[in-house]
């Protein structure tokens, strides 16, 4: 059990994020005086209390433990934490020694430590590792018994399996973990968080009439976050218009969003979006390659001076399909090849985009039979995974490039 005046803070501000008043928790059962003298850390509590509290609060008897907003606690912070038990080692090896201590974290600790050390995992990572590293953060999760854990563990899975082509999965999860942030009640920024993945993985599905009421919703409850948070919000939104047709909105939304993300405050979520927005414009009808272009000539000098393998690769892909996109065939070949089996690396959307396009290179250099055949497998293999708008994007890729074919 936490001491008299930690107890006393996590009491008060689980009762605050439920919007519960002293007298509505206490509820006839204890005093709000009492009440009052728990939270200002005057009275111990009881065993028999802190368990009827924690059930009227929905949570176990642990969440009074560690504050759920050290959820969002930089790594060093956790580190400063845990040294004192496990030594000076390394970041990643002190989070792994932390998860493996004999004498056993907290759980919203060690929820903590899972979560920080699968911030910063190796690219090398397989798929089966990264699955049951997501699957113990989500058990830890439950066996808090701390609601804000669970959502956040619940969109971390949904977008680990979106990432791996697992849409059904993926759309799950994000609901579940919507779901939990609005039935109990939490704090505005992890609604927000899984209702991004939900509409994601509802664009994707095709499920395109309920992404765009959650688009709305997004929309309102996004305003009055914290400034990164709100860009990640418009690009989301920016990316069902563009499904939708919608190009002025998309546009729209992703002006903005370039507007309120400077380079100098997060420079890594400065590049995502401007890939995001090259890919996007690549989508519109009719592309616009201009302004693709001119969005990837932006990150380029930023990408020499910080960019890690992972960020070259997505750029030098988009960079190819821009290419194709142009009519340069021979650049877009010779890029691809340059890719080659890096492109393993890429999650599965953008995996099979780069497949694509190298058929697509094969058609327009005449090799039309093997080219539409393999377009034709990655269609259905996209189709079978649930991946439907990816599926009719590549089946209308082929279908434009096979005119284009006959009419050069």
Known sequence: MADQSQFG????????????????????????????????????????????????LGVSVSAFDVPAAAAQAPVEDLVKAITAECGT???????????????????PLRWLALWSR?????????????????????????????????????????RL???????????????EAYAVAVDRELPKADAVRALMVLISTEAESSRLHEALKHVADLELLSRGTPRNMRVEALWTAAGVYVRHGNHPAAEARLLEAMELNGSRDDLRLWMRLR??????????????????????EEVEPALALVGTDT????????????????????????????????????????RVRFQVLLHLIEIRSGQLT????????????????????LAAEIWKNLAETLASARSS
């Open 9 to 56: 803070r996590r009491l008060r501000a689980l009762r605050r994020e439920r919007g519960l008043s002293q007298a509505q928790l206490a509820d006839g059962t204890i005093s709000p005086g009492y009440l009052s003298r728990l939270e200002s850390g005057t009275r111990p509590p009881t065993p028999k209390v802190a368990a009827y509290l924690a059930e009227r």
């Open 89 to 107: 080692d390394p970041v990643a090896e002190l989070l792994g020694r932390a998860v493996e201590h004999p004498a056993g974290l907290p759980l």
């Open 118 to 158: 699968a911030g910063i995992r190796s690219e090398d990572a397989s798929d089966e590792q990264l699955l049951t590293a997501g699957q113990e953060l989500l058990r830890t999760a439950e066996e808090s018994g701390i609601p804000e854990l669970r959502a956040r563990s619940l969109v971390s899975l949904s």
């Open 161 to 175: 399996h979106r990432s791996l082509g697992d849409i059904k999965t993926a759309h799950d999860f994000a609901a």
């Open 275 to 296: 890939f995001a927005a090259a890919s996007l414009y690549l989508q519109m009808h009719p592309c616009r390659l201009a302004e693709a272009r001119r969005t990837l």
């Open 311 to 350: 960020q070259y690769l997505e750029f030098r892909t988009i960079m190819a399909h821009t290419h194709f996109q142009a009519g340069e065939i021979d650049e877009a070949r010779e890029l691809c090849e340059k890719i080659g089996r890096e492109a393993l690396k890429l999650e599965y959307r953008d």
């Open 370 to 389: 093997t080219g539409v055949r393999a377009i034709e497998a990655l269609a259905r293999e996209a189709h079978e995974t649930a991946n439907m708008d």
